[in-house]
């Protein structure tokens, strides 16, 4: 009677399942965070940390953002963990520099989509909910949109996943898409929190939609469908730039491009290291001296 087989799980597959496990959470209170504003639509999250409500979703994407950069560390080079704030700080000053514009563009999500390219779908989205929340200490109102941002950054990873950034020109392609969900996404929390949206020239395309009789929703919904596709087009192909700007040697240490050829060219060549000396030279042989030759003598 033979016993059943004992399965062993290796040490990788339980921390791949571990990681992934991690993965699923944050991304699962980032979307509870989002679904809780839809729902109770608070007006006194303007007012910044000082409101429950602000204090609610900025642990609930804190706590998403956490739990996704967690998974995904033990599988990142140093430098990555330093390309991070770089990135942060990128979507920030961009993102305010573009508010005060007056254009219909944000340009708030390159180092966003960057370290998705980079890294992966769940470090782009830790990295837009990051950049949603240390924007809102200086912003309020950004706070709220941390789930379309970590929407961007997943997508992005995605795109990247699947060669849309191997092929220069398909990078557009896929920002167009990113914004078509990232706007509809995003047009609930404009128009359920804030009751319309804070830019300047988004502003303007809500207010002409509702003079042509559109309800609120209805006319941030077509603004968001106008502005994010062209915005994350633009977003996308920068980025690409960006990446393809590095040394070649910087971006093939992630582990996610070399594993999916996220980028186009071949990985470059390690450094060929010198031949071992020979430690012991091969024993001589010895010949044996060759016997005296005997010559005949002559007949007596």
Avoid: C
Wanted: aromatic content about 8%; charged content about 5%.
């Amino acid at each position: 009677m033979s016993q059943p087989a004992l399965t062993v799980t290796a040490p990788g597959q339980a921390a791949g399942r571990g990681r992934r496990l991690l993965e699923i959470v944050g991304a699962a209170a980032i979307a509870a965070t989002y679904i809780f504003l839809i729902l109770t639509q608070p007006a006194d999250i303007a007012n910044g940390p000082s409101s429950f409500s602000a204090l609610v979703a900025l642990g609930g994407f804190l706590l998403g953002a956490v739990l996704l950069i967690v998974a995904v560390v033990p599988v990142l080079p140093t430098s990555t963990l330093v390309l991070i704030p770089v990135a942060l700080v990128l979507n920030v000053v961009l993102g305010q520099l573009m508010g005060s514009t007056g254009l219909p563009f944000y340009i708030d999500a390159i180092g966003t989509v960057l370290i998705a390219v980079l890294a992966g779908p769940a470090a782009g989205a830790a990295t837009g909910a990051l950049s949603s929340i240390v924007w809102s200490f200086f912003n309020p109102t950004v706070l709220p949109f941390a789930a379309g941002a970590a929407l961007i950054g997943f997508l992005a990873g995605m795109a990247a996943r699947g060669g849309l950034f191997r092929r220069f020109y398909l990078a557009p392609f896929a920002g167009f898409a990113t914004g078509i969900l990232a706007g509809v996404v995003s047009a609930p929390i404009a128009a359920f929190v804030f009751g319309g949206t804070s830019g300047l020239g988004t502003g303007a395309i809500v207010s002409a939609f509702r003079a042509m009789g559109d309800t609120l929703l209805a006319a941030i919904t077509k603004q968001a469908l106008i502005s994010d596709p062209m915005d994350k087009a633009i977003v996308f192909t920068i980025a690409a730039l960006l990446a393809y700007a590095l040394p070649r040697r910087t971006t093939f240490q992630f582990p996610f491009v070399r594993r999916y050829r996220v980028l186009a060219g071949k990985a470059p060549a390690a450094p060929a290291t010198p031949a071992a000396p020979a430690t012991s030279a091969a024993p001589a042989t010895s010949v044996a001296p060759a016997a005296p030759a005997t010559h005949p003598t002559p007949d007596a």
